[in-house]
């Protein structure tokens, strides 16, 4: 496309981006985080977002190529450093219910000639000290938001057979169509994307079931369900009351399963993407809500070193419904990029559960909220695990069973 017809596109994504993804509203702070590399989309949702009247917009710029030069260079004992200054400027934002939002710029190779014990150092600390700030996006206590930008080097990762140029066109046309930004009224698509979604969740929340059984395609596996579970889709809510989509693009219904109870085994459908590097073709086996055998065909050990990360990495905190139809699906190619990936396929996630997918949860206790299911970790990890071969049922109380799913389609009308 031309420049012009770009630069329009990258303002209409700018807009939906900060009218839908963030719902902003006039007076608010506005917290970005974002790699040097996505810089004119940033551009444009600063402009966007002091359009709709935010007070203040802060950019805080990364660069994941200079942190390759670091993990390949300095000392081991400093690669854990994490400065303070960042974690404390995030809080300050969150804890006063102003927004957040990260623009991603994928490298799904990155890190691959970095030794893995380097980056499960580097990894586990960002998680460590992002910690306290992660934890209220998990309880929704400000409006947030994650997308992503297009970049050469992940433009060339999807589409290795063209040239750099024609990939980083490609790509810019997958995200603004699977973003649905190539049609006349984004805005109002959106709103008919989201009330199709919560049509999905209020069917489910109203059957109650108990657990979920998944089979096909390497996979036989059941995850049961907290009896204080609840569905969530696009339409999430802060704690002041602002509407807002946690993730552009979102195709799915998700809900959190119980931390005891998953049996059985699941093989991922796409790579499983960690910070800087792929794990491919692998498959996880549960006892009692553990993850107690893995094997991967390729980075196994990186799969291994983010189980051990702590007890909780190695149990479920989100299983997410997306059907094999989607946007994203229907592009018949890998984005490399969770943030799309887990759009087109339904998911799992290793590790930290949502607090308002249990009904109460964002007021409970740690140890409470434990209690009812809820998993804790320093981890939360998506991985891929639909196709147009799987199906799911959902498991009432009697122990009688409802189709949920069949080769990978929604098998109820809502």
Same mark, same amino acid.
């Given at each position: 496309?031309?420049?012009?017809? %770009? ?13 839908? /993804? ?16 996505? +810089? ?22 990364? #660069? ?7 993990? *390949? ?8 450093? %994490? ?11 969150? *804890? ?14 990155? !890190? ?14 960002? %998680? ?32 290795? #057979? ?11 046309? +997958? ?26 969740? #209020? ?12 089979? /096909? ?36 219904? !998700? ?8 049996? /059985? ?38 799969? *291994? ?30 984005? %490399? ?31 409470? !909220? ?30 009688? *069973? ?13």
């Amino acid at each position: 496309m031309d420049r012009k017809n %770009f630069s329009e596109a990258l303002a209409k994504y700018a807009a939906v981006i900060v009218k839908v /993804g963030l719902n902003l509203q006039p007076g608010q702070r506005l917290n970005l985080r974002a790699d040097v590399e996505v +810089a004119p989309l940033v551009r444009a949702i600063v402009k966007a977002a002091y359009q709709a009247g935010v007070y203040y917009v802060d950019v805080m710029w990364d #660069d994941e190529l200079t942190t390759h030069i670091r993990l *390949q260079n300095a000392s081991k004992e400093s690669i854990s450093l %994490f400065p303070n200054w960042r974690k404390d400027g995030m809080l300050e934002f969150m *804890q006063a219910n102003d927004a957040t939002l990260l623009v991603r710029a994928e490298y799904p190779d990155l !890190f691959d000639d970095i030794g893995p014990e380097i980056v499960s150092i580097w990894r586990n600390s960002r %998680f460590k000290h992002l910690q306290p700030a992660m934890e209220l996006t998990r309880r929704n206590e400000l409006n947030w938001c994650g997308v992503a930008s297009a970049s050469p080097a992940w433009a060339k990762k999807v589409f290795p #057979d063209l040239s750099e140029e024609e990939a980083l066109e490609k790509l810019w046309e +997958a995200i603004f169509q699977s973003c649905r930004v190539d049609v006349n009224n984004p805005i109002e698509a959106w709103q008919k994307h989201i009330q199709d979604l919560t049509k999905r969740k #209020d069917f489910l929340n109203a059957k109650h079931f108990t657990a979920l059984h998944y089979y /096909g395609s390497g996979t036989n596996l059941t995850v049961g369900l907290p009896e204080q579970h609840l569905w969530t889709s696009a339409a999430m809510e802060s704690k002041r009351g602002i509407l807002f989509v946690g993730n552009l693009p979102t195709e799915e219904v !998700f809900t959190m399963p119980h931390r005891e109870k998953v049996n /059985g085994y699941v093989t991922a459908t796409r790579p499983f993407s960690v910070p800087g590097s792929l794990i491919e073709n692998f498959t996880l086996t549960f006892e009692n809500g553990s993850v107690v055998n893995a094997i991967a065909r390729t980075g196994e050990e990186n799969l *291994q070193r983010l189980l051990n990360t702590d007890e909780g990495a190695r149990r479920l905190g989100e299983v997410a419904l997306v059907p094999h139809s989607s946007p994203v699906s229907q592009r018949n190619h890998h984005f %490399f990029s969770i943030l799309y990936d887990e759009n087109a396929a339904s998911h799992m996630a290793l590790g930290n559960t949502y607090r308002f997918t249990m009904r109460g949860g964002t007021e409970m206790s740690d140890d409470e !909220f434990q209690a009812n299911g809820g998993n804790r970790s320093l981890i939360h990890m998506d991985f891929m695990i639909g196709s147009g071969e799987i199906n799911i049922d959902g498991i009432r109380n009697d122990g009688s *069973q409802e189709p949920i799913m069949r080769a990978g389609e929604w098998a109820f009308d809502a």
